[in-house]
């Protein structure tokens, strides 16, 4: 669509809103300001650069579509070329063991901020922040389903180490990017059958959990973030890091939770989970996947879920105090789609809940006009949402409609292809 097109379309949009109460003005800049986390590991399958090892701890991407990033080269260049295709400015989302070690062996106890360096130049100089992860899986001392709540001292101590480490990482790209890095700690532990005692491992957990978090690290350069899980591959009836556990331990401790879509009941929604917990923690992060079944983590949609989740955020008036990261990876489709198709329905919608007329639903509620409020949310469902945000791609020079599936194309010919 021509930029003459999208713009008269958007004016028309823009009186249709008008008409309910809603700024699309003020929705557009709104999204200028909302940075998602996009995880770097949708581009090589959750591979790393640390060694050739299998892919454990309950993690598993399937398919083998070719033109993977083998490289951390290949890897910067395929985001730069996803995100070329996103509107707006965004973060980037590390795992430890996607470290540069110049080809020496590091171990995890061993990583230090200076193996993460050309990441760190990289985002400067495409002026974006970086987020971090742990890696406490894919590693011998994992082999058997536990880490940080281990029985042996020793395999403890060295996740503890590890965690330190990923600690003054995480604060390292904080403090030379100028933006708080988010640091989430989730690990894999857990049993596939039932254990004996649930309990020793919790124990074990906190006090790992404890020693890791002693240092009072500075949160304008790195934030602490906790996330839970309800099951895995391998831990199907007894994770250690459960909501209920993490929960607790965030709300105890003054570390940040983190809720991932796909880590509940398959019916269960983290949307609603949000205002239930902002009254008591100042911070929240949230992993949007889709999970079909289980948590399979397959490619955002901009589905009811979704919208959800991004509605919650908006009525709670709450973006600036709920962050925002990406959790999928599809090896069976073009990596570059996955990650812009992905994005952009996350995008889409935060968007669609922007353009929500909220100050009518609300007015109706308080009202008693509970039909009003159904008719309301009924009728915003088809007002020309894509026009609004045709006209945010627009503005952020990105290719409006279907256009940027051409160009995803044109790099899997000419730059993907190569790689088989």
Known sequence: MS?????????????????VGVDTEAAIARMAEIEISIHCWQGDDVTGFESAGPLTGGIMATGNYPGKARTPDELRADFEKAYALIPGTHRFNLHAMYLESGGKKVDRDEVRPE????????????GIGLDFNPTFFSHPKSDDGFTLSHRDPKIRAFWVEHGKRCREIAAAMGRALGSPCMNNFWIPDGAKDHPADRLVHRELLIESLDKTF???????ETV?????????????????????FYLAYALSR?????????HYHPTESIAEKVSA???FLPRLLLHVSRPIRWDSDHVVLFDDETRAIMREITRANAW???????????????????????TRAALKSALFALLEPTARLIDAETSGRLGDRLALIEEA????????????????????????????????????????
Request: hydrophobic fraction near 40%.
């Open 254 to 262: 003054g570390v940040t939770l983190c809720m991932d879509a796909g």
């Open 214 to 220: 002693a240092e009072k690290l500075d949160e304008k």
């Open 224 to 244: 602490d973030v906790v996330e839970s899980k309800l099951f895995g591959i391998g831990s199907e009836t007894y994770v250690v890091g459960s909501h209920e």
């Open 3 to 19: 930029d003459q097109k999208t713009t008269q379309a958007y004016q028309l949009a823009r009186e249709m809103y008008a008409a």
């Open 320 to 342: 600036d105090r709920v962050d925002v990261a990406l959790d999928f990876f599809d090896a069976s489709i073009n990596r570059i789609e996955a990650w812009v198709i992905g």
């Open 277 to 279: 917990l902002l009254p």
């Open 381 to 420: 469902k088809t007002l020309p949402f894509g026009a609004v945000w045709d006209e945010h791609c627009r503005r952020s020079d990105v290719p409006v409609g279907v256009a940027w599936i051409d160009e995803a194309n044109e790099y899997e010919r000419t730059v993907l292809r190569s790689r088989a």
């Open 115 to 126: 193996h993460f360096q050309r990441w760190i130049d990289w985002a400067k100089g495409l």
